[in-house]
């Protein structure tokens, strides 16, 4: 039997299973799916189904083995590493979770909430706010991302710093493994040494070691106050920036300790594409001026709002009075606080917006910050001269998107569809050569060349590229020993070897 045929067979017997509706096969529906956001990476697949139980999830997995058919698992499709788009191939098929919706259970004293995989971070968030609670991982893309994508990337966004990543969240997992049977980890426990870590094999596994079905997240308390400022700093010089921003990061701490929840970084070349596509989201035309960098402070305290603004203003007073900082706005009222939060968060949409740039999601010890952003800009300014280096990100751990975008003279006098196809040309022909620069002085300085968005297909190679063989061979018995048929998002995370 070809492959082809296979797959047929596979979506036949996937048809009587879910029901007709549940299997998508015409290829004009599938955009949504077999692309990724950035629209970087186009997939061409054989279907996409929409099991709405464990169970439909389990029995898909078993025929996707029978016929040897490729799963390529999908939440809400947000990832930015190409992880849930399927090849070229036309044979794979994108089984994505986004009908799995149901909240299992609540536990007020527990703190914990357990989900469908399918279940939106927003939704998590609102039902947490109605226990009274806080669901404290965020991200842009929170109304579409589900549990079972921010698990399977280990998500980070902009409470890292207070609270850890998805994978710190995470108490309990219910996976379906690569042979179809269902493992139940579903245990709300803070504690639980009963041999090797399951669990935190498959989170951030990014869909290639078994299937997420259901979670237990941990949910914290409410704080009493939560205070925003922006503020700029002196230097319009960006890297210098950087090394003011990791200054004024050790004074906030000082101040605020674990009531510190939110500390991100905006250089001026990330913030002005917010300024042309969502002016609605600027920057405050009050605070300092435009080609000084920002960085958004967020403090929350237990016991009020009062206390939380006094921390804050303390935390200003000191790096006003030491010129770490040149202007600042603490947030009056929610809803300017929350227009600091949509500049911030429009960043990324912006860039999108303005066209495809060398994305990087960078980790580094923050001790390492600034004299890397000196470096890895002076190498990068030398060799692709124009460039603009769009470097924002979640700077309190030490997270960075250290992005590099095409230069500005490439899009003269076109219109939208010109910019985008320039910059896209200028990317395939250099991104080579830029993320050389930027990976080897992240490397050298112990840092990572993904801190939350996975390696997917983006920087699959590249981790191969910096990783030990000791590293990627114990990475490939992991794989081999839990999908020995390569049906799980083959390719993605470690190249299947030919
Ligand atoms: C505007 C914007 C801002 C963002 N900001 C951040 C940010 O601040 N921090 C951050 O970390 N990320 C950020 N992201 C990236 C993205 O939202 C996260 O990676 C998110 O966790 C992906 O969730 P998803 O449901 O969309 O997963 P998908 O994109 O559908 O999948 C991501 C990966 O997980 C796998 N997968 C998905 N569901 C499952 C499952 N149930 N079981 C097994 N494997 C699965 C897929 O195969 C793929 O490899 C942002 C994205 C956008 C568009």
Redo the contacts with the bound molecule.
């Keep these: 039997m070809t492959t082809d045929s296979a797959t047929a067979v596979f979506l036949s017997q996937a048809k009587a299973l879910l029901g007709e509706r549940a299997v998508l096969t015409d290829s004009e529906g599938f955009a949504p799916y077999a692309t ?2 950035r629209q970087k990476f186009f997939g061409r697949p054989a279907a996409v189904v929409f099991p709405s139980t464990t169970q439909e999830v389990a029995e898909l997995v078993r025929l996707a083995n029978q016929q040897s058919v490729a799963l ?10 190409g ?2 788009t399927p090849d070229e191939s036309g044979r794979q098929v994108i089984l994505n ?1 986004s009908r799995m919706t149901r909240i299992r259970a609540r536990d007020q004293d527990n703190k914990t909430i357990t989900v469908d ?2 279940v939106t971070m927003q939704t998590v968030q609102e039902e947490a706010d109605r226990m009274g609670l806080t669901f404290p991982l965020n ?3 929170r109304g ?3 549990i ?6 280990n ?4 409470a890292v710093l207070r609270y850890g ?2 994978r710190a969240l995470c108490l309990g997992i219910e996976v379906v493994t690569a042979e179809g049977q269902v493992w139940d980890g579903l245990r709300g426990l803070r504690k639980d040494n009963t041999g090797y870590d399951l669990r935190d094999l ?1 989170v951030g ?4 070691l ?4 259901g979670a237990v997240m941990a949910l914290h308390p409410k704080p009493a106050g939560v205070m925003t400022a922006l503020a700029c700093l002196p230097d319009p010089e960006p890297a210098q920036a950087a090394a003011r921003a990791v200054a004024l990061l050790q004074v906030a701490q000082e101040c605020c300790t674990a009531s510190l929840t939110g500390f991100e970084f905006m250089t001026p070349a990330s913030m002005n594409p917010v300024s042309d596509y969502y002016p609605q989201f600027a920057r405050p035309a009050s605070l300092g001026s435009a080609d000084q960098s920002c960085v958004l402070l967020e403090v929350s305290h237990a016991e009020s709002e009062q206390a939380a603004t006094a921390m804050l203003e303390r935390v200003l007073d000191i790096a006003l009075q030491g010129s770490l900082v040149a202007d600042a706005l603490v947030a009056q009222s929610l809803q300017q606080a929350q227009a600091f939060w949509d500049l911030r ?1 429009h960043i ?2 912006a860039a999108a917006e303005d066209g495809l740039q060398v994305k990087f999601d960078i980790a580094l010890p923050i001790s390492s910050i600034a004299e890397f952003c000196q470096v890895a800009q002076q190498r990068l300014l030398q060799a692709y001269p124009g460039i603009r280096l769009s470097n924002f990100g ?1 700077l309190g751990d030490g997270n960075l998107h250290f992005n590099v975008a095409a230069p500005a003279h490439l899009s003269k006098g076109l219109d939208r569809q010109g910019r985008h196809e320039a910059y896209r040309a200028y990317v395939k022909a250099n991104e080579d050569g830029i993320r050389r620069i930027v990976h080897d002085e992240v490397v050298a300085r112990q840092g990572s060349i993904s801190a ?3 390696l ?1 297909i983006l920087r699959r190679d590249e981790a191969a590229h910096y990783k030990s063989p000791v590293e990627i061979e114990l990475m490939r018995k992991i794989k081999q020993a839990l999908d020995p048929n390569n049906i799980l ?1 083959p390719n ?1 995370v470690l190249r299947t070897p030919s």
């Design positions: 990724d956001w390529v698992p999908q939440g809400g499709n947000t990832g930015l590493s992880g849930a979770l995989a399918g991200l842009t893309a579409t991302a589900t079972g994508g921010n698990l399977s990337t998500a980070g966004g902009t990543n998805a498959f596994a990014e869909g290639t078994g299937i997420i079905t968060e990324t949409m979640h939350e968005h996975g997917g998002n993605k």
